[in-house]
């Protein structure tokens, strides 16, 4: 995914030369093609991210498209301040490219871990959220960003993920989609656990109960829409994301839902990271299961919905 | 190396007597503390005479354009002392002058800090240590289009505390920004106390020489000097210039130079009005 959201800032550069490239002191030979081709475009900077918001808000006031990439906790948490002013409240398309979503750098510890990006850029006036599902996702996404109004936000998962989008369903920023049908459940889903969702959904119609699945590769804007014309259609609707329970996915999907005031009430649980800093290294998939992050999760947590069983406070 | 010149040796910024034109521009900044109650004032006295250089004889721009292309771009990064900005840009005509009497106004289009929403403002600051990235920003557009607009970032000493401004500093270096001057109004306060106090910069021009600028220094009320200096740009056609501006916190009334309960002035009643128009009556 990484990949092919990089290779793609380069051939979108190819034909607009409003894109910029700007890394903080990325692995060595990153988009050498980019460097080699557009020097004048490809800035390879030190390791000094609100510097960068502030130069890429530069850039941008001027005309420019500036796509910054770098780890995502850094590109999140050590900026927040340059994010909110010098791109939010000036409204300037800087796209900003995290690397590892999530737990994708389970073995390098929660210095690495992007488990709150989501929560911290939702807070944020104007801002853009996506994280697509996977790479095929990501190409459909890309030629989008270049003209979308305002920041954008986008969140890499780890690479190699599964194909699990389809090429016939048109991506838009800013909408859900409908990924399976179903009228006992929802699952309502934003990157990599689409797979999650997707399998679970699988099984439980194996078990005889019909789940929809809803991607939400736009964290914000929140396709509120979507969300409540198929939970309107279920009694249970559960979310899964790799991020922690507050302030993403979950919560945003909860808002929706309590604010509809559905009657009967939805059945509603948040799968996803508890309020902890991971405490093992192992691998994201080990840290997924950790967390109980998982399709079998999903299942579980949908079956005891459905049967009554309150669902566990953690 | 060694500062050419130090605080203790030479005091500059203490001896530039203000003209006319600089008393009636602090009179108008006395007047909107009046409507408004409250002001980052000491501030605003401070970088006085370095915007009014700037404007008057300095910047390439049109009132009656902001955006145009090829103006100069002027970044406020010590947005705090905006009221010494909005004078200046209501003076040349970016916005009417009844804007300046409906400061921090529900109504009015000018706040405490300043916005890009107003003409001729490049960009929002009041957060500290955020202007000289984003003139890099502007500046390496420049170069990139090959305009030759110049881009100015005025920061202050209290903000020069802040990391930002050195990441910033040797970003622009590294790219040899010689479009770029960062003019450094070093008043020796910031709110709690002293800079010496609170967060020393000295050896301050060494600083800015040895993270890759041409450095220069000047008392930051003289007119004359400043005009002087800034017509000279870049001083060194490989690196971006910084020109350090000695000034005073509350410059041209006595009782409020260097005078901290100033520096954002809260409840300012109609007798320190008097008082402060006053003194600016006198030469």
Known sequence: MRQ????????????????????????????????EEYPERFFMEGISEANLIGMA?????????????????????????????DLCLHNVK?????????????????????????????????????????????RR???????????????????????????DVPFQIGQAMLMRKGSEALLVTTGVTLKCALDAAETLSAQGIEA????????????????????????????????????????????????????????????????V???????????????AITAEQLVATVTNLLSGVAPSVR | MSSSLTVSKQPLGTRARLDRRSRELRRTIVRMLEKSGRAHFGSA???????????????????????????????????????????ILAEKGFFPEEELWKFCQPD????????????????????????????????????????????????????????????????????RLNHLTVLIDYNKQQSYGTTFEVQDLEPLADKWRAFGFAVTEVDGHDVGMLRTTLSRLPLDATKPTAVICHTIKGKGIQFVERNLRWHHKNKATAEEVHALLAALETD
């Open chain 2, 108 to 175: 009015g289009l000018l706040g405490g800090h300043p916005e890009h929403k107003i003409p001729g403002v490049e960009a929002s600051t009041g957060s500290l240590g955020h202007g000289l990235s984003i003139g890099i920003g502007f500046a390496l557009n420049a170069r990139y289009e090959r305009a030759d607009y110049r881009t100015f970032v005025i920061i202050g000493d209290g903000e020069s505390n802040e990391g930002s401004i050195w990441e910033a500093a040797m970003c622009a270096a590294k790219h």
């Open chain 2, 45 to 87: 006295f401070s970088i006085l005479e370095i915007l009014r250089v700037l404007y008057d004889d300095i910047l390439r721009y049109n009132p009656t354009e902001p955006k145009w292309a090829l103006r100069d771009r002027c970044i406020l990064s010590k947005g705090h002392g905006c009221l010494a900005l909005y004078v």
């Open chain 1, 94 to 138: 800087v796209r900003l490219i995290g690397n590892g979503g999530g737990l994708v750098y389970a073995p390098l510890g929660p210095t690495h871990e992007a488990i709150d990006d989501l929560a911290i850029l939702r807070a944020v006036p104007r801002m853009t959220i996506v994280a697509p599902a996977d790479a095929n996702e990501m």
């Open chain 1, 141 to 167: 996404l890309m030629p989008l960003t270049v003209d979308y109004p305002g920041p954008i936000y986008i969140r890499l998962a780890k690479g190699n993920d599964p194909i699990v989008t389809r090429d």
């Open chain 1, 212 to 275: 929809a699945v809803l991607h939400i590769p736009t964290v914000k804007p929140l396709d509120t829409e979507a969300i409540l014309a198929a939970a309107a259609e279920v009694a249970v609707v559960v979310t899964i994301e790799e991020h922690t329970v507050i302030g993403g996915l979950g919560s945003a999907v909860a808002e929706v839902v309590a604010e509809a005031g559905f009657s009967p009430a939805k059945r509603f649980k948040r799968i996803g990271i508890p309020d």
């Open chain 1, 57 to 85: 808000a530069g850039l941008a006031m001027e005309g420019k498209i500036p796509y910054v990439n770098t780890i995502a906790t850094f590109l999140t948490r050590r900026c927040f301040e340059q994010i909110v002013v």
């Open chain 1, 277 to 291: 800093f991971p405490d093992q290294y192992g691998s994201q998939a080990s840290l997924m299961k950790r967390y």
């Open chain 1, 4 to 35: 092919v959201c990089l290779e793609m800032v380069y051939q979108l550069a190819k034909t607009d030369d409003r894109i910029v490239f700007i890394g903080s002191d990325l692995g060595v030979g990153t988009l050498q093609s980019f460097k």
